[in-house]
């Protein structure tokens, strides 16, 4: 059987229903052939570009330069970021691959009433500066999870939105065990994925129903797939941080080193302060222009 059954009691909410039909649809058993293929299909020109192709990011897009305050302004004045890793295409094209296993996997399980649209494409919310030279504009949004109300009720406690945003991101183990533990709108997000939740739930209008950040472990592939709720309340504060990065960064204000300020000892990860090795592309222009002293 295919479908996830229905339970004998609903699950508590979208993202342990998530969960749990990711796990169904992974099966053997119940993924759908057509469905496999087709998304296999939809990977391949992103897993042969990931190996051929510089995928680095000139532009401000949701998904990059908006952790901080400071890289926004950087790449909005022009400063150069550093370049990834050339052998970083193994890790994208697994990365694009299990996004696309994910979604045949979701759509393998979805029961009668549900909907479920895959890289659903977006334009980004009026706010996003109109300048496309330093912003891009427009983006996909993973998976859009939608269910009529009486299937919804059989499956999904009482309460649960009608529709709900969900970011797959693959990770790392180490990643993938902190995912679990992360307080969104809280911990240091270096990635920025929580501003690019904000970003696509904003132009899809689904703000005011929280949304799911979907953890996938790359190094242990038999893991259960790991949805995190954020709260409506943490994407509106995020969405205002956003907003104030990006207007500071078109009047050409330096906000300074806004991500170790906002995280203090926890940023140095990310920004490769104190020994820590970061993966902020501005790195090392952001230390040659330090503003404080941060060891
Ligand atoms: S190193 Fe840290 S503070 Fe500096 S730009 Fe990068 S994220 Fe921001």
Known sequence: MSQLP???????????????????????????????????????????GAFIKRNEARTVRPSSFLACARQTYFLVSGEEPEPMPDNIGSTFAVGHLLHEVSYAAVRSALPDGFDAQTEVPVYLPKWWPADDLRFNHSGHVDLLLSAQEGPRSEYIAEGAPEMILVDFKTKGGFSYKKHGKTVFGEDADGFGYLAQLVVYADATKTLNAGAILAGINRDSLTQPLKPRFVEPKALKDELVRVKAAIGMALEGQDPGEEFLVRHGKEANFFCGRAGKPGYCAFKKVCKERETRDYE
Do not use: C
């Open 6 to 48: 229905v339970p004998e009691k609903p699950y508590p909410d979208w993202s342990r229903f998530l969960a749990a039909l990711w796990q169904h649809g992974m099966s053997v058993q119940n993924m759908k052939p057509e469905l496999i293929e087709e998304h296999i299909r939809n990977a391949t020109p992103n897993l042969v």
